[in-house]
Nanobody, 121 residues
Framework: QVQLVESGGGLVQAGGSLRLSCAAS????????MGWFRQAPGKEREFVAA????????YYADSVKGRFTISRDRAKNTVYLQMNSLKPEDTAVYYC??????????????WGQGTQVTVSS
């Protein structure tokens, strides 16, 4: 059974930083890209960032480009999201998401419980 456990969220002031982690277990995602999404209250879940299996290629939503950095540790089956210069509009529940298949990232079917990020102004 696949488990995705996100952690690292919390309350931070605008301009601050947080580092989110997502640990995957229950199956190997060898060869799979990984992504991060977020969902703010009353809004649709939206793409934040994705990273290729090897970690050379990364992709970001325009709203976070230059502030967020996605990375992964394949040995630990863990993906990270370093968030700097946080803004109140970054407030949301953040989810990691293994890609649907190896290769280019397309959102897959597995989701964790998410981790809450709240940015105060």
């Amino acid at each position: 059974q696949v488990q995705l456990v996100e952690s690292g969220g919390g309350l931070v002031q605008a301009g601050g930083s947080l580092r989110l982690s997502c640990a995957a277990s229950g199956r190997t995602f060898s060869g799979y890209p990984m992504g991060w999404f977020r969902q703010a209250p009353g809004k649709e879940r939206e793409f934040v960032a994705a990273i290729s299996w090897i970690g050379v290629s990364t992709y970001y939503a325009d709203s976070v480009k230059g502030r967020f950095t996605i990375s992964r540790d394949r040995a630990k089956n863990t993906v990270y999201l370093q968030m700097n210069s946080l803004k109140p509009e970054d407030t949301a529940v953040y989810y990691c998401n293994p890609g649907r298949r190896p290769g280019n990232y397309q959102p897959g079917d597995y989701w964790g419980q998410g981790t809450q990020v709240t940015v105060s102004s």
